[in-house]
């Protein structure tokens, strides 16, 4: 199964980003897209006081610049958001605090810290009553997340796995609600997004085993740019879920028997996100967007949201959400979020994106450069300031070997032209060259046609390209791929 891109992304564009990258990258791109002026940086502490998380941040912050105005980011977070309001969401206890202040709808929870032991937690899971959750304070990805645990003895056990197995002595224990899990993104009054989480889970075809069907929907995930790395994995979890339900690893589920692999709907354990931002109700869209007010200093962010019964009821909330689930659902329409965020920063540049989806920037290589330490920042050429036109010329004749493909690159920079040039298996040389300058892209057949002076070119064909366009030009050494599959 092939994964079909939505019409401003290809699998182009998308090499070489991947993880957290990913949120960074898009709403970078959708901003560049619009004229901003893009400059991305090595040492995010050196140019803002942007709270970041994670050991990784490089290549994750970035400046997005109008004629009047500068903003910053972080992954998808911009500096619109507190670092006050950062450090709250980051503490699930807290971010329940504000929730109840503010009347929005919570599952009553306590927090312990490590000087609380075990006793003092099993007391009061057993006198708040079963089903319940116990999860880390400050955790995330649903790292020691155990959720719907019934009776004592698991309670025991998850306390034991969460504080000493996985070393998240700080932990939250609230009362466990069932129903459907939703990821909402919300900036200011508006949801931008409603992405279903499903648990990871398989469906009996009657003649494959629950391995090969794993296997089977990890293959299905990597052809998703954001589920690449987020693949079923065959661990203790899936083990002891298809147990409960009577299954072994290498049974064979009856046909359209459904088998759950994992208790929790986190994308990262094999979750699948769908898209159902047109079906929520205006109920849940609301009790996202007061989650967010609740929070001094939050003007945008993704609320985890469980209905049960069509009644909401919110989870947590992320300050510095994963927003790839959104672009790149497994099931659904593709929303494109990081178009709502800037229209949150830069509402005067709202639209201007549409017409440029054709272009984009080598997100590999920026990053390649900071790894490396060669640079501290980098300031991506400007996009082209109207709609791109692009053609692809087919140079025949003695072209190859005679320095034809740097001689091409010096004459596109010097026009001010974007594409590549490569050679073909057939003697010839492609060369694809996009710009707004309609009349500079018609005029480089002409180019095209002189060559350097051991070149002999007899011949160049020309059509239109209609694919994306990378900024910049560049001399290709190895066919890449060039359509939008």
């Given at each position: 199964m092939t994964y079909v891109y939505p019409n401003w992304l290809s699998k182009q564009m998308m090499t070489g980003v991947k993880g957290f990258n990913i949120d960074a990258y898009l709403i970078a791109l959708e901003g560049w897209r619009r004229g901003l002026t893009l400059k991305w940086y090595f040492?995010?502490?050196?140019?803002?006081?942007?709270?970041?998380?994670?050991?990784?941040?490089?290549?994750?912050t970035f400046s997005l610049q109008s004629d009047d105005k500068k903003h910053f980011f972080y992954r998808s977070r911009g500096e619109k958001v507190m670092n006050e309001a950062v450090s709250l969401t980051t503490s699930k206890e807290e971010t329940k605090k504000y929730l109840h202040q503010s009347?929005?709808?919570?599952?009553?929870?306590?927090?312990?810290?490590?000087?609380d032991n075990d006793e003092a937690i099993l007391k009061y899971g057993m006198d708040l009553g079963f089903p319940l959750v116990i999860k880390p304070i400050c955790g995330s990805l649903g790292k020691g997340v155990v959720t719907n645990i019934q009776n004592e003895t698991e309670l025991k056990d998850s306390i034991r796995y969460v504080r000493s197995e996985l070393s998240y002595p700080d932990v939250l224990v609230e009362r466990f609600v069932d129903g459907v899990d939703y990821r909402i993104y919300v900036a200011g009054d508006k949801v931008l997004a409603a992405t279903?989480?499903?648990?990871?889970?398989?469906?009996?075809?009657?003649?494959?085993?629950?391995?090969?069907?794993?296997?089977?929907?990890?293959?299905?995930?990597?052809?998703n740019p954001y589920l690449s790395k987020k693949t079923i994995a065959f661990d203790q979890d899936l083990f002891q879920s298809i147990k409960k339900q009577g299954h072994i690893l290498q049974?064979?589920?009856?046909?359209?028997?459904?088998?759950?692999?994992?208790?929790?709907?986190?994308?990262?354990?094999?979750?699948?996100?769908?898209?159902?931002?047109?079906?929520?109700?205006?109920?849940?869209?609301?009790?996202?967007?007061?989650?967010?007010?609740?929070?001094p200093g939050l003007e945008h962010a993704g609320v985890d949201v469980i209905v049960s019964n069509n009644h909401p009821t919110v989870i947590e909330i992320n300050a510095t959400a994963d927003i790839g689930m959104h672009v790149f659902p497994l099931h659904g329409e593709s929303r494109n979020v990081p178009e709502g965020i800037i229209d949150y920063y830069f509402p005067e540049t709202k639209g201007m994106a549409q017409d440029r989806t054709q272009i984009f920037f080598d997100y590999k290589k920026i990053r390649e450069l900071f790894v490396s330490k060669i640079v501290q920042e980098a300031v991506i050429p400007d996009a082209p300031k109207g709609k791109l036109y692009a053609k692809r010329y087919v140079i025949s004749g003695k072209v190859q070997k005679v320095?034809?493909?740097?001689?091409?690159?010096?004459?596109?920079?010097?026009?001010?032209?974007?594409?590549?040039?490569?050679?073909?298996?057939?003697?010839?040389?492609?060369v694809v060259v996009g710009s707004e300058d309609k009349e500079a892209v018609d005029n480089f057949k002409e180019v095209c046609y002189k060559g350097p002076a051991r070149a002999k070119v007899e011949d160049v064909q020309e059509y239109l390209w209609e694919n994306q366009v990378c900024i910049g030009f560049e001399v290709r050494r190895k066919n890449k791929v060039a359509k939008n599959k």
């Amino acid at each position: 199964m092939t994964y079909v891109y939505p019409n401003w992304l290809s699998k182009q564009m998308m090499t070489g980003v991947k993880g957290f990258n990913i949120d960074a990258y898009l709403i970078a791109l959708e901003g560049w897209r619009r004229g901003l002026t893009l400059k991305w940086y090595f040492d995010p502490e050196v140019v803002t006081d942007l709270k970041i998380i994670g050991s990784q941040p490089l290549g994750k912050t970035f400046s997005l610049q109008s004629d009047d105005k500068k903003h910053f980011f972080y992954r998808s977070r911009g500096e619109k958001v507190m670092n006050e309001a950062v450090s709250l969401t980051t503490s699930k206890e807290e971010t329940k605090k504000y929730l109840h202040q503010s009347n929005v709808n919570t599952p009553e929870s306590k927090g312990f810290t490590e000087e609380d032991n075990d006793e003092a937690i099993l007391k009061y899971g057993m006198d708040l009553g079963f089903p319940l959750v116990i999860k880390p304070i400050c955790g995330s990805l649903g790292k020691g997340v155990v959720t719907n645990i019934q009776n004592e003895t698991e309670l025991k056990d998850s306390i034991r796995y969460v504080r000493s197995e996985l070393s998240y002595p700080d932990v939250l224990v609230e009362r466990f609600v069932d129903g459907v899990d939703y990821r909402i993104y919300v900036a200011g009054d508006k949801v931008l997004a409603a992405t279903k989480r499903l648990p990871a889970f398989v469906v009996g075809d009657g003649e494959s085993s629950i391995e090969k069907l794993v296997e089977e929907k990890n293959n299905q995930r990597k052809e998703n740019p954001y589920l690449s790395k987020k693949t079923i994995a065959f661990d203790q979890d899936l083990f002891q879920s298809i147990k409960k339900q009577g299954h072994i690893l290498q049974g064979i589920p009856e046909l359209n028997e459904l088998v759950y692999l994992k208790g929790q709907s986190n994308i990262a354990a094999g979750g699948e996100p769908i898209d159902v931002t047109d079906e929520i109700s205006p109920e849940v869209k609301n009790i996202a967007i007061q989650a967010v007010k609740a929070i001094p200093g939050l003007e945008h962010a993704g609320v985890d949201v469980i209905v049960s019964n069509n009644h909401p009821t919110v989870i947590e909330i992320n300050a510095t959400a994963d927003i790839g689930m959104h672009v790149f659902p497994l099931h659904g329409e593709s929303r494109n979020v990081p178009e709502g965020i800037i229209d949150y920063y830069f509402p005067e540049t709202k639209g201007m994106a549409q017409d440029r989806t054709q272009i984009f920037f080598d997100y590999k290589k920026i990053r390649e450069l900071f790894v490396s330490k060669i640079v501290q920042e980098a300031v991506i050429p400007d996009a082209p300031k109207g709609k791109l036109y692009a053609k692809r010329y087919v140079i025949s004749g003695k072209v190859q070997k005679v320095g034809y493909r740097n001689w091409v690159r010096r004459q596109a920079l010097k026009h001010h032209l974007n594409g590549y040039t490569r050679n073909l298996k057939n003697g010839k040389v492609v060369v694809v060259v996009g710009s707004e300058d309609k009349e500079a892209v018609d005029n480089f057949k002409e180019v095209c046609y002189k060559g350097p002076a051991r070149a002999k070119v007899e011949d160049v064909q020309e059509y239109l390209w209609e694919n994306q366009v990378c900024i910049g030009f560049e001399v290709r050494r190895k066919n890449k791929v060039a359509k939008n599959k």
